[in-house]
């Protein structure tokens, strides 16, 4: 030992007996012996010198139990012992390889144990419980920072000794016996200790310490499991002891059939007349058979590995170490644990949870600190489920962010795992304890199912359908099989991970059992290698090759007449308005585009280049002035060719090590879209090699698994060769040895579903191989999909399958065909070719990808199909001043847009009308550009001019009926069941009933069902009906595409239209399809019906002259009751009634102008609505404005035959409700009060 330090631990004092004496310079020798440490090497040799000294059992620790009162020496002490008890793997930074580092480590770790003994005592915890309750009885404001750095520091003390690994090798503890850290235990409990802190976290003024005081807490239980602790203090359960039962009885067949099999070796006779036999069939190392030399008993066990070394195993390919097992310590120990976790997870688990989960997203922690936070939430879930389950006690933990915390840090530690090799078991560790905190949460969730209590239930069932509907958390587990490593991951991780999988799947298959459709999130990630090199710049021509270039170009330009197409002069965008370049240098590029188009020998593309360019950059004549003339523009394309342009230097091609960079750098981009899932397509992912291997690489230790997990195991590989009938996935050779060891283990009975399923399996590789000849080679290979539906339904013949091979012929023909229209004006060149290519059996994609081939296109999105009406084109002057003209022509029309779009040269869709609108100032917003509905003469509407018969037919026309008959109450259920029978059968039927073809015998049976819902005040909703299906004729005639039109119901008559069963009836003789499933809220108008169908349906709904007439009938009747008299002064009442409330308009505008305010918002609130959920489904194309402005048209439409009259007051509302009669007598009513 070092002279001064031997010194300076002289001058602390002495120990005589239990009495400790203190020299005069105690606390100099304290202070010095801290200043040493803080110098020490990197073998921490003053550490070790200490350690031998045992100056932490001779003085330090009688120093801290005999002078508390003395604050300096006592703060100082601590201060040191922490420094000395402080783990070894801080001192090193990490387990040292260097064998003489290794050693000193070694060293210092049993100077640890020992303190660790010395801390057994009553005496030293019950000081430090004394100073630490004294510390926190202080409040906030009375509190020094020494106050508060001895809280720590007493922490930080109980934290180092609790940590110090235990020495089995010199403890030699078996369960139940005490060990050291069991009496540190017991010493922390006895002093009171253990109650401080569960104070501290659950104290909100103590809320800094929650870090401390959690890993005291996981260093308590570090050798205890949940299970152990629930059970502790019970009579073992009679399903406990039946399951020890059939352990020990399973293990006592074994040791029968292996005694059993042991008498059946030993031979009859002396070993000297064992003789020598020649093995038929098994080849030596040579062309003859192997000789024997051995008794027969042993024979089944000969191999030819017999005698030879065994090979070593690298380091890097040997398989994970397991942690070391658990113990089970001293009853009394067990029994204060247990009820410390009950009292923890009453008082103090949530809120510390919360504490330490908000320290950890705020990066307030140290490195590592959150592996604390996942045991914790394993550890005391279990401990909660196995302990009488109530859901509040974890409530904290049991959300949808626990699940995201815990999947962002397994992706994390893997991802560690795979780039620091070095520290690849650490990580593959906290890799494990993540991993069992999710398992914990699916148990706790499994476990809130079986709950008695309604609400626990739905709370399961919203935190379900959450990790169902995400793909991360659904597809966890099945990323976690593939990426399994036997060489950084041990087999217990394994084993939780098949266990967590089966739990998971089995909770899945239950959920999706009680719903009818699911609907799941689906990512797909979109990678893209950036381009390493630019396009190739054209070669260096010749001047004879520039003249010849020159010379077919101006005959091409000459044969069209300078004329370019329509769809030419829409796709050339000479400038960007979104890119960083400057406009000058975006000229200089459209000049050498020009340049390009025309070396390529395309002088229109060239010609409609310059043409656009010129309109963007009329400054300087670059492109010709305004007034140019052809002959002109034909001369400065010749100048653009022979000019020698400067042009940016090409790229230089990569080096084979950037292009490793490159492919790390792909852009990726993710879309986000929806499914429906299916559980049986979900379990296909698993029937893959890379899953299977980890099931099979567990099932080798069938005998030392647990019966939970060979049935995990089974019913993993049941699922695949039964449910999915993929029991070739399990034919291979290695599979088949296992299956052989299960089938002759002498202990067999205890396997019986291992057994039986091995049987099923060989079973059905003899019969697949009865069959094909091939099976026993397929034995030596894994399998994918493919290669299993090979083996079992066949092989495919040789070049089937590959991609088709186009003849020189074909390629020439397809070259020519493509030449010809390249730049005709078809819509799609593809179809055109497809119809025109002598071998009729090619396929879009063939021609497409063969063009790509031959150099035609430079890539295969130029071909893509043009949606009509999605192309965002540029409007030109001309194109603009045309759409004024066409306004200011039609502006005062019914049918502006209508009329605008009929004569408008350039076609383009209603939206991109209505945006252009908009933007040029010409109307302000868009239920300007609606149609505007005839509403009869102006003699009619404001009664001027009007018979008698004329006014009454305007306000009884098309309005609903408030009365209905007895007897049509008592046929609604019958309608309502017909009616949910027909749409049934309209949903199986699916698409042949969209073909509607309205016969002689169906147009009666509508119009018998239109005047019943006449009858019933429904004239209203079919007038709308009428209108939204001619209007999606005529849409569908001017667009000339068909796709599913929701019919909207605006205004709560519609709406209660559309959930009448008679109505519904209606619709469906109609070929309006109901909502398919429940994401769809509107019934629709099928794509497949035509403008010619709809027109037909809409005039099926007008009623007939018969219906006229017969109208006219029942109404006689009632007008002979009414005199001539009566008639006009009912009349005279209703106008005086009118010229009272527009006076009263006149009077007060502002209450009438809000009155139209708040009506414009309902509207606009509906409208909100209604697009939300038409978004959500993604019916339409991208001419979503088009199905706004019908929308809006279709309410418009509605409102104007309900209203007759806005500006009536609400007793003329009240009386057009009515029937004729009733409100004739209302009115005569009315105006014999006013008399």
């Known amino acids: 030992m070092n002279c001064e330090l031997l010194a300076t631990c002289s001058a602390l004092g002495y120990l005589e007996g239990d009495t400790y004496h203190k020299e005069p310079d105690c606390l100099e020798s304290v202070k010095d012996l801290i200043r040493y440490l803080r110098h020490e090497d990197d073998t921490r040799d003053v550490r070790q010198q200490l350690g031998e000294s045992q100056i932490v059992q001779n003085d330090l620790l009688p120093i801290i139990v005999q002078y508390r009162q003395d604050k300096s020496l006592f703060d100082a002490c601590i201060r040191l012992v922490v420094n000395l008890t402080q783990p070894a793997m801080l001192c090193f930074g ?4 260097d064998p003489v580092f290794r050693h000193h480590f070694m060293q210092v770790t049993s100077h640890l144990q020992a303190y660790k003994e010395a801390f057994a005592s009553e005496k030293v915890f019950g000081i430090l419980s004394e100073t630490l309750y004294s510390l926190l009885q202080l ?17 930080l003390l109980v934290r180092n000794v609790l940590h110090v690994p235990a020495d089995p090798c010199e403890e030699k503890k078996v369960d139940d016996d005490a060990s050291v850290h069991d009496r540190v235990l017991w010493a922390l409990h006895m002093s009171g200790f253990d109650d401080l802190v569960k104070f501290i976290a659950c104290a909100q003024s103590e809320q800094q310490w929650s870090m401390h005081v959690l890993e005291i807490i996981s260093l308590m239980f570090r050798d205890q499991t949940p299970e152990a602790l629930v059970s502790a203090g019970h009579a073992r359960s009679t399903e406990e002891k039946q399951r020890d039962s059939q352990e020990l009885e399973a293990l006592r067949e074994k040791e029968h059939a292996e005694k059993r099999s042991r008498n059946l070796q030993r031979g009859t006779r002396h070993s000297r007349f064992g003789g020598s036999y020649v093995v038929q069939g098994l080849k030596a190392i040579g062309d003859k058979d192997v000789i024997y030399h051995q008794n027969l008993n042993n024979f089944k066990n000969y191999t030819h590995d017999l005698g030879k070394a065994v090979r070593r195993v690298p380091r890097r390919n040997r398989r994970a170490q397991e942690c070391k097992d658990k113990r089970r310590s001293a009853l009394n120990v067990r029994l204060f644990l247990r009820e410390f976790c009950v009292d923890f997870l009453e008082n103090c688990y949530n809120r510390l949870m919360y504490l330490v989960k908000e320290n950890l997203i705020r990066e307030q922690t140290q490195q590592h600190d959150e592996t604390y936070y996942l045991w914790a939430l394993s550890f005391f879930m279990a401990f909660n489920r196995g302990n009488g389950f109530r859901a509040d006690l974890v409530s904290e933990t049991m959300s949808i962010r626990a699940f995201h915390f815990i999947e962002r840090n397994i992706t994390n530690y893997y991802e560690m795992m795979l780039t620091d090799r070095k520290e690849a078991t650490s990580w593959s560790r906290r890799m494990h304890l993540a991993l069992k905190a999710y398992q914990e949460l699916l148990l706790t969730v499994n476990e809130m199912d079986r709950s008695h209590d309604e609400s626990i239930r739905q709370s399961s069932n919203v935190i379900k359908s959450n990790i169902f509907y995400l793909m991360e958390y659904r597809e966890i587990f099945l990323t976690l099989l593939r990426k399994y490593d036997e060489t950084k991951q041990p087999q217990s991780y394994l084993k939780d991970l098949v266990e967590s999988t089966h739990l998971f799947l089995r909770m899945l298959e239950r959920f999706c059992k009680g719903r009818s459709n699911l609907i799941v999130q689906r990512k797909k990630v979109k990678r893209r290698k950036p381009h390493s090199r630019r396009k190739q710049l054209p070669p260096e021509s010749t001047p004879e090759t520039l003249a010849e270039t020159w010379k077919i ?52 593309e060239a010609l409609a280049l310059m043409r656009a360019a010129r309109e963007v950059w009329p400054e300087g004549d670059v492109f010709g002035s305004a007034d140019v003339e052809p002959e002109e523009e034909l001369e400065l394309l010749k100048q653009i060719l022979h000019a020698n342009l400067p042009r940016p230097p090409p790229e230089t091609v990569e ?72 029991d070739a996935l399990l034919f291979q050779l290695s599979v088949f040895y296992i299956f052989n060891r299960i089938m002759s283990d002498p202990a067999a009975a205890a396997y019986k579903e291992l057994v039986t399923f091995s049987k099923y399996v060989v079973n059905r590789f003899f019969s697949v191989a009865a069959q094909n000849n091939k099976a026993y080679v397929e034995l030596l290979f894994w399998k994918n999909v493919g290669a299993v539906r090979e083996m079992t339904e066949g092989y495919r013949k040789e070049g089937e399958g590959k991609k088709p091979t186009w003849t020189e012929e074909e390629e020439e023909e397809l070259r020519k065909l493509y030449l010809e229209h390249r730049d005709s004006e078809v819509p799609d060149i593809v179809e055109t070719l497809l119809s025109l290519i002598s071998n009729s059996a090619r396929t879009r994609r063939h021609v497409v990808t063969q063009l790509v081939h031959m150099g035609l296109v430079d890539n295969a999105k130029e071909l893509k199909k043009q949606k009509i009406g999605t192309r965002i084109v540029l409007w030109t002057e001309e194109q603009e001043l045309e759409l004024q003209m066409l306004f200011e022509e039609f502006k005062d029309s019914d049918d502006v847009l209508g009329n605008i779009l009929k004569k408008l040269t350039a076609k383009r869709s209603r939206a991109r009308v209505v945006d252009k609108l908009l933007s040029m ?11 505007k509905r005839s509403r009869g003469a102006q003699g009619k509407s404001s009664g001027k001019g009007m018979t008698e018969e004329d006014f009454l037919a305007e306000i009884t026309q098309g309005l609903p009926d408030s009365s209905v008959d007895g007897d049509e109450r008592e046929d609604e259920s019958e309608d309502s ?21 309205l016969t002689g015998e169906k147009r009666a049976e509508i119009s018998t069902m239109v005047n019943a819902l006449q009858r019933e005040g429904m004239s209203g909703s079919l007038l709308w009906l009428q209108n939204s299906l001619n209007k999606t004729a005529e849409h569908r005639k001017d667009d000339e595409v068909s796709q599913p039109v929701p019919l909207v119901p605006f205004g709560e008559a519609n709406e209660d239209a559309m959930d009448n069963k008679r109505f519904q009836k209606l619709l469906l003789k109609l070929g309006i399809r109901p909502p398919a499933n429940e994401q769809e809220i509107f019934w629709r108008i099928p794509a497949k019906l035509s403008p010619d169908q709809l027109w037909s349906a809409a005039a099926a709904l007008a009623p007939g002259e018969g219906q006229a007439e017969n109208c006219e009938k029942q109404e006689g009747p009632q007008e002979d009751e009414v005199s001539a008299n009566q008639r006009s002064q009912a009349l005279r009442a209703l106008l005086l009634a009118r010229g009272r409330k527009h006076q009263t308009e006149h009077a007060a505008p502002v209450c009438g102008k809000a009155a139209a305010d708040d009506t414009n ?24 404005d088009d199905d706004d402005d019908d929308g809006e048209e279709k309410e418009n439409d509605s409102s104007g035959v309900m209203d007759i009259d806005r500006n009536g007051d609400a007793d003329l509302d009240q009386d057009i409700s009515a029937p004729v009669k009733r409100r004739r007598k209302m009115v005569l009513i009315d105006e014999e009060e006013e008399d």
């Open 1161 to 1184: 918002r309902e509207t606009e609130r509906s409208q909100e609505k209604t697009s939300a959920k038409r978004s959500r489904n993604r019916i339409l194309d991208d001419d979503d």
């Open 921 to 931: 100032g010409l109307v302000s917003e868009r239920r300007e550009l609606y149609k």
């Open 553 to 604: 170009v101006e005959e091409e330009l000459r044969a069209v007449g300078f004329q370019l197409s329509d769809s030419l002069a829409e796709t050339i965008v000479p400038f960007d308005a979104a890119s960083e370049t400057p406009p000058e240098e975006q000229r200089m590029e459209a000049v050498v585009r020009v340049q390009d188009a025309l070396l390529a020998r395309l002088g229109p």
């Open 94 to 97: 990490k387990v040292p390889d």
């Open 655 to 726: 080096d084979e090590d950037d292009g490793v960079e490159l492919e790390e750098e792909e852009l990726m981009s993710v879309q986000v879209t929806e499914k429906e899932f299916n559980f049986l397509d979900f379990l296909r992912r698993f029937a893959n090699p890379a899953v299977v291997r980890p099931y099979l690489l567990l099932l080798k230790s069938y005998s030392k698994n647990t019966p939970h997990t060979n049935h995990c195991i089974a019913r993993m590989l049941h699922r695949l060769a039964v449910d999915l009938k993929m």
């Open 977 to 997: 069941e017909e009616g949910d029978q027909e749409r049934e059968k309209y949903q199986r039927g699916g698409k042949r009933s969209e073909n509607v073809q």
């Open 139 to 155: 409040d906030w404001e009375q509190r020094q920072e020494e106050d508060n750095l001895l809280i720590e520091r007493i922490l």
